[in-house]
């Protein structure tokens, strides 16, 4: 299979970069939520390239068309399915792709999965475009769950290996980041982030243990992003260097409420929700589409030969990111919430 | 949901720490696998209690009884069943449980979860202890993998933050990690670790872009191990630090092979195998039960109180994960190997 | 959720009868189809209003759009969409349906299930005319199918209670079935009829005992279908007349082949294929939608009244699905039979 | 796969006739129903051979030992498993199965799915025995849903052909279906006969239309049980021989409700309940194992023969099914039910 997300609410991506459209249907989304159309379009202009330092001047509307689900500007209950069409190609840039895989891309992978019959014009169906959808679903899901309390916000955390201290500007980024950024651009390559997403609201005994926990269900989901490489919750990978005393959280009580003094857990205890903020790092690799020279193998010769990947490239591509964590983040929370709820 | 794991195989895991049996069902399992039951129960010896350094004395045959799916020593191809009986309870340690939850444990999530009528006591399902009916699919899975040229290995890679750089003992510890760890001991406290492990012999072509990819899959099995906090592919977090041009993995010939002269991917691009190995690497958090006290709360009279958790624990659980990771891997590439094989 | 079928092909339906479009995604089709757009197009007008006796007159051209999953003419393993635009409303005939729900019709089951926010104008997502993506996805399995020697064929076995005993026209009716369906329509009622379908080439071993055999996976395609109301395999409801001595099939040699001298069993056994030719039949009830008056209830005011359904129907539905049935049993039987062929 | 059924509920079954056990493992069960034991023992003996006319001597406990998921007689919310010992095996009655298929058995077809690795003995995996933990889980199922007020209760419409029109005894038969059975016995033969099923209660809005309808779910599990070949909803396969004024439903008040004045739609509408009691009737074949002689094929000398089936045989499994039948109408339902009760 492939391109299909959850258990409770089903999220279908299809489309490949240079198709005709890229698009999704959302199978279980609950009926009458209205819809902030306005919101989904800022939402979706957050992932736009060009909107932020560092990205493909490539130009698109997409704006997503809805085809079903949702009348009267709220949801129906049935499935939702909303497209872009793909209008703004320079395929022929890519018609070296076929003969001669980019290093850091999929296109040999998908060779290999596929045979001769697959699209790898662009990427195919492995393009980041395909985050577009993705973000069509999770917007939708972030204003389900908002109408709940629920919030999800994420922010980039470092560039290039820089935590981001400065003030930040639109695209998230401090002084030293977009100098990082440019000075790679200059250089006809790219640089890599991480960026941390916290969920607000989650109310306490949301997911199951073993395979059904919410880092489960979040892991899942974000590896769907390109270009993610690691990820992590609460304190992560610095929880494998601390003694189980500086470790465990403390319960404390707030009120009414059970409490953890701390958040080194980040929210999540033997995969369900304990009640404090979910928190979660995620690791992006630099865009593998450099200008610079880089070794690969003309595989219908079958000899070794230089590539420079032509075309217009992200040279950081984590700002753009950023609302594709969350919308992976919210498809993966609102599956697990949706059945407390309906 | 919460406890199956898999599209085209799938492994049920059931059972609580101190109820009658925990165990497994495993769904698609290919007939004719010849079990070799020695090396499955050397598998499951090597996340036994008592086995490894730091492990508690809690001594468990865990020897599995097949119920079903195997037959003269083969998979029928129908549905395997094994299950482990509990024996060696002290449940009156956990008597308080109920009340204090402890810091770091799923008591409190798993009561919001499943209110009063859940089953606590050791952990409950959220329990290590069901990590067992884990190995016993994960084991199986590592003979059908291995009969088709595939392996998973795993080792420690470091203890409360300190590489393992010495000569390994049994459990895969060198001297400075076990000194790490009766220290810990001896103070009544824990560290974590992390944990790195290698997949070789998986075909290119494994997997599918966006949801269905091997990392996604991956992820989703490794975090169903209570502990697991972060995990990360390839060179993970560090690709997140460096540019494009030295990330990205050249490609090469070799012989008639096409090959990547480096592996940062860590085997995996847009989701699909590459045919490098497959690498990633696990956060362990230090086990919570410690015998130190810890503030929580005493939910039944709503006040704030001290805890000291009684009974039996390991002072690292870092070596007993080892095969419990490769467990969860081997059904994870299992799960995406499969359809290719059947 | 609702509108997916399939563990190893996914087939996601959306769209209601009178919003911007209705399509349907299929997730893991195998790459490498060469389609006969002709065939599938010939295939979809065989289901085409207007094509058949009986039918209504509206007039689509229910050409579907691919937006992805196929490029030069060939499927790229990647997900399918495809889509057909909704074009010619006439939305008032419906507006009635929202306070006066139609007998038969699933108005307000819906109503009940989704709030005020669903969409049952011309029945909505529950309209026959859901059908024709599901046709889409049919036309293409059969196409598949095709090529591993594997044909499905349906056709109308009565109408009315009256078996096509005579020679049958284009739409599979003889004159006495015509006269049926004539008098109906002139009455301003309808009528039903069965289906019959024969799958040949199925392999045997196809398919899995309890909940996974081809039965379970036929049957719950084809109750898909809007209006039909039994289903039964081989012969099905006679079965429970005989003695085991006059149903048992024997079992015979046929060359090399082991075969069934009968074929009462259907072809499947156990829930597997057998070898034999693959038999089942379908009831379809009247169209509900009728000219004559019927009682029903005004929710609105909370009384009962009477309704004569507006706009165009079909005096009777069964020669328009007789390819509703194959498109159904080819995606249930290709879901079963791809895991074998990849 | 083959042996789960459910989306919400999940109802995984293993074992073989002649294993060391049969079971199930039940995930997603909702926590805190106070298991009535003695009725579920009641349920299971009303399954279990020997019980009833016609069935076969072979003696059973079919006391089902719960492993986990049960705490102080409550289920737990995490997983439930149930397991029944093998105990009563006259393996050697089956020798001859391997090389010669019995007619109308599963035993040559299990051979082609899984190769000569798989277990027939007694039927293997495809055995009516594995309708035991089947009945378990609808058996608890079935409590969870009476406390929701939904009962399911089936019973023998006919057998051979002939109604139950006189008083019935324990087993559901009257004089003329007993001497059916006798006559058939005596003679070394079967009977097959259908079950009518109703269910009462199932609130209005549970199921969606298309893939997901209660029809599609019902029919999907009760195609499960081995012997069903064929299912109808409401008035079913004679619908099809009805006029619409006939066939519709005419809605009616009854006080603050919508209910039809008639139920020939069988209680479901565009694959969602419509409030009224959910109506099906199963049709059973006669049991394939019976003393005549038959023909079939020795597949190890690749020759016709004959065979007379030996071991111990229901003359009629009909009044064995009729539980089990509620069975899986019951995890049809609560499958249904169960998201909107969490």
Chains 1, 2, 3, 4 share one sequence.
């Not at 459209?21 to 902030?36: E, K, N, S």
């Not at 793909?86 to 999929?106: Q, V």
């Not at 935590?163 to 030293?176: H, Q």
């Not at 857990?265 to 020279?293: C, D, E, N, Q, Y």
Request: glycine share 14%.
């Amino acid at each position: 299979m492939g391109s299909i997300f959850g258990k409770n609410i089903r999220v279908s991506i299809f489309g490949e970069s240079h198709g005709a459209a890229i698009g999704c249907a959302i199978d279980g989304f609950p009926a009458g939520l209205a819809v902030d159309f306005a919101a989904l379009a800022a939402f979706l202009a957050r992932r736009a390239p060009g909107a932020t330092a560092g990205s493909t001047p490539r130009r698109e509307a997409d704006a997503p068309e809805f085809l079903s689900g949702i009348a009267n500007g709220r949801t129906t209950g049935t499935p939702i399915a909303a497209i872009i069409r793909n209008s703004d190609h320079h395929s022929g840039d890519y018609a070296a792709i076929a003969a001669t895989p980019r290093p850091g891309h999929a296109d040999l992978a998908q060779r290999m999965r596929y045979g001769d019959s697959c699209d790898l014009r662009g990427g195919g169906h492995a393009s980041g475009r395909l985050t577009a959808p993705l973000c069509i679903a999770g917007g939708l899901a972030l204003q389900w769950l908002a109408q709940r309390g629920i919030s999800i916000a994420a922010r980039i955390d470092a560039i290039h290996g820089h935590p981001i201290a400065g003030e930040r500007d639109a695209s998230g980024l401090d002084a030293a980041a977009r100098a990082e950024i440019e000075a790679a651009r200059a250089a006809g390559d790219s640089v890599g982030g991480t960026i941390a997403c916290e969920v607000k609201g989650v109310p306490p005994g949301v997911g199951s243990p073993i395979f059904d926990g919410l880092e489960n269900r979040i892991a899942a989901a974000v590896f769907g992003i390109p270009a993610v490489k690691g990820i992590e919750f609460g304190n992560g990978f610095e929880a494998a260097t601390l003694l189980g005393s500086e470790n465990n959280d403390a319960f404390a009580l707030d009120g009414e409420k059970v409490v953890t003094a701390t958040n080194r857990h980040g929210g999540i205890l033997g995969g369900i929700s304990s009640g404090m903020p979910i928190t979660f790092r995620v690791a992006i690799k630099p865009t593998p589409s450099i200008a610079k020279a880089q070794r690969t193998v003309d595989v219908s010769k079958h000899e070794e030969c230089e590539i420079k990947v032509p075309g217009r490239h992200d040279a950081c591509i984590v700002p753009r990111a950023v609302p594709v964590v969350e919308a992976a983040a919210a498809i993966a929370v609102m599956d697990g919430v949706v059945v407390r709820c309906r």
